[in-house]
């Protein structure tokens, strides 16, 4: 089963706007961290932003927030004043105490339109 | 500090032919992963290390395909015995601590490999 659904294969937002990237997962465990990585044309895996399944508080940092809607299973990813510099593949992440890996989505390619 | 580096960046093989990519962490990491990545999906895991000892292989397709740590440093995945289907990008990432839910993983560059 899938662990990490990321439904959006492709999105567009114009510059400047706010975009939302969704994210669903499926874990028994009560312990658990959400992750997302940009993935640029260059081919690198940069490291956005990090939730932990106990937390209280959605995470931030900078533009990017994560939408965590724990009874939902949901850890939606939300860039604020989109700059061209973010259109790139999002890449949704998971690890849970089944595993030491990461678990990744199959990731949503965004455009920033000027 | 630096990042994570993989070398090469790029390899081109005949079929049969064995490779070795080699990785190394970040500085002081104490656990080191490899994923292979096809076109257009996510990074699939295939083995763990923590210093020097590999705690799971799980990832790993089939028996031509090894990883090695000796010294809890870099890192080398070898294929043998190439396949047109190992065609893809290897990624490596390391991580501070070991087993951690919070804890993050910094991925190197990749190698891309293409297999004739």
């Known amino acids: 089963a899938q662990k990490i659904t990321q439904t959006q294969p492709g999105m567009f937002v114009q510059e400047k706007e706010a975009v939302t990237l969704d994210c669903t997962y499926d874990?028994?465990?009560?312990?658990?961290?959400l992750f997302w990585y940009k993935q640029p044309s260059s081919g690198e895996m940069i490291f956005l932003i990090y939730?932990?399944?106990?937390?209280?508080q959605n995470a931030t940092e900078g533009r990017y927030s994560l939408n965590f809607q724990k009874a939902r299973k949901s850890a939606n990813l939300v860039i604020s004043a989109s700059q061209l510099g973010d259109s790139a593949m999002y890449f949704c992440?998971?690890?849970?105490?089944?595993?030491?890996?990461?678990?990744f989505g199959t990731g949503t390619s965004l455009t920033v339109i000027p | 500090g630096a990042g994570v580096s993989q070398s090469p960046r790029y390899k081109v093989t005949k079929r049969g032919q064995d490779v070795a990519l080699r990785c190394d962490p970040i500085?002081?990491?104490?656990?080191l992963y490899w994923y292979r990545q096809a076109l257009g999906q996510g990074p699939e895991f295939l083995t763990y290390?923590?210093?020097?000892?590999?705690?799971?292989k799980s990832g790993l397709p089939n028996d031509r395909f090894s990883a090695e740590r000796p010294e809890g440093s870099i890192s080398t995945l070898t294929i043998q015995r190439t396949e047109q289907r190992d065609s893809a990008m290897y990624r490596c990432?390391?991580?501070?601590?070991?087993?951690?839910?919070?804890?993050?993983?910094?991925f190197g560059p990749g190698t891309r490999l293409t297999v004739l």
């Open positions: 990432a390391s991580s501070r601590v070991s087993g951690g839910i919070t804890d993050t993983q910094y």
């Open positions: 874990t028994s465990d009560q312990s658990y961290g």
């Open positions: 939730q932990g399944s106990y937390d209280e």
């Open positions: 992440a998971m690890r849970d105490r089944t595993g030491n890996q990461f678990y």
């Open positions: 500085s002081g990491h104490v656990s």
């Open positions: 290390f923590n210093y020097e000892a590999q705690q799971d």
